[in-house]
């Protein structure tokens, strides 16, 4: 289903070339903890067959090593867009809760998937309530234009992961339903069925089943707000990224053999402009080159994945399969090559 880049072996010079803006280019080996995060640009001039040999040992050892093979930023885009992007299965469904105070996921001509309440009128987030977790940031006279969704049991959805539900409390004491911490409102001019509030005011977008703004263009590495797992990474097409606790993050090799690659997909690399739209510092990326040639993301070392049990923007259904597989935290300390698993656990 995936293609990858084959053009990294070219890229190198001994081995270590990263896209943080970081080269090194050495005639003689160094320790692996001095390989990453320099701002300096090191030239060792050493010359005759001792750097010559020194060199060739430098990188085998490091091309075993997490991110040792990086590719520049441009080649990474070119290898991705190359390989063409996954597909997620998105479940469409009729505008037909499960019950009357349910939502569900219609498909829109112009934006795709977009939720709805049980009248079939389009539910739409704020960008406003983005920087106010468990708040809503529309009270008073906005309230009476952008009506809160009312959140009562059963909060049954239809197309929407049912695990990314939840509710906060307005100031007024109504409880709102939210998806993945983004507070939900109908559009109280709109009609049935039409999508009037999109983008009224650059503000106001109609919901994804994930939460995210629909109609816009997804980032090539996200961040889900998970009620259960807490702030978790996803790919350009709302996949949820998973770890695999079998595979070793120091040297880099994957335990992931040819009937675990029927259920799981190898992530594609993303670039540190990626990194940094997600709030990740880019020294945590580390895409290496899989055994069968395949270019994979790895993050803090440990190499990332999609299930292909997840069939729709949000889902985490892969989250503890056999107690070795857990979603990727979003929040991710400073590279320490794999010391710390970055594994939500819930």
């Keep these: ?58 990188l085998a050892l490091a091309l075993s090593a997490c991110g040792a093979d990086r590719p520049g930023e441009e080649d990474a885009r070119a290898g991705a867009q190359k390989a063409g992007k996954f597909e997620l299965e ?12 349910g939502v ?34 529309c009270t008073d006279a906005c309230a009476k234009t952008w009506l809160p969704v009312p959140a009562r049991e059963p909060a049954a959805a239809q197309g929407v ?23 939900l409102y109908t559009y109280a001019p709109g009609k049935k069925g039409d999508t009037a509030g999109q983008g009224i005011k650059d503000t106001w977008y109609a919901a994804a089943p994930d939460g995210t703004r629909a109609g816009t263009e997804r980032p090539a590495l996200g961040v889900l707000n998970s009620p259960g797992l807490g702030r978790v990474l996803q790919d350009g097409n ?14 880099m090799k994957t335990a992931c053999d040819a009937k675990c690659l029927e259920k799981w997909t190898p992530s594609e690399p993303v670039t540190a402009a990626d990194a940094k739209a997600a709030g990740l510092d880019p020294e945590v990326l580390f895409p290496f080159t899989t055994p069968g040639g395949g270019r994979q993301e790895s993050f803090n070392c440990w190499p990332a994945y999609t299930f292909k049990g ?28 794999g010391r710390t698993v970055p594994a939500a656990k819930g």
């Design 1 to 58: 289903m995936n293609t990858y880049s084959h053009t990294h072996d070219a890229m190198h010079r001994h081995g270590n070339q990263h896209g943080h803006g970081n080269q090194h280019d050495h005639g003689n080996q160094h320790d692996h903890g001095n390989q990453h995060g320099h701002r300096n640009q090191h030239r060792h001039t050493t010359h005759g067959r001792t750097a010559f040999a020194a060199g060739a040992v430098a």
């Design 90 to 101: 998105v479940v469409e469904e009729s505008a037909v809760p499960l019950s009357s105070e």
């Design 238 to 251: 709302g996949r949820t990224l998973y770890l695999f606790t079998k595979d070793t993050p120091w040297p």
């Design 104 to 137: 569900s996921v219609r498909r829109d001509a112009e934006l795709g998937s977009v939720v709805v309440d049980s009248k079939g009128s389009t539910v739409y987030v704020s960008r406003a309530d983005e920087s106010r977790p468990g708040r809503s940031s």
């Design 161 to 183: 992961a049912q695990e990314l539900l939840g509710s906060i409390t307005r100031a007024d004491g109504v409880e709102q339903l939210t998806i993945a911490g983004k507070p």
């Design 310 to 337: 997840d069939k729709k923007p949000g889902d985490t259904n892969g989250q503890g399969v056999g107690g070795v597989w857990f979603a990727i935290k979003a929040d991710i300390p400073r590279s320490d090559r």
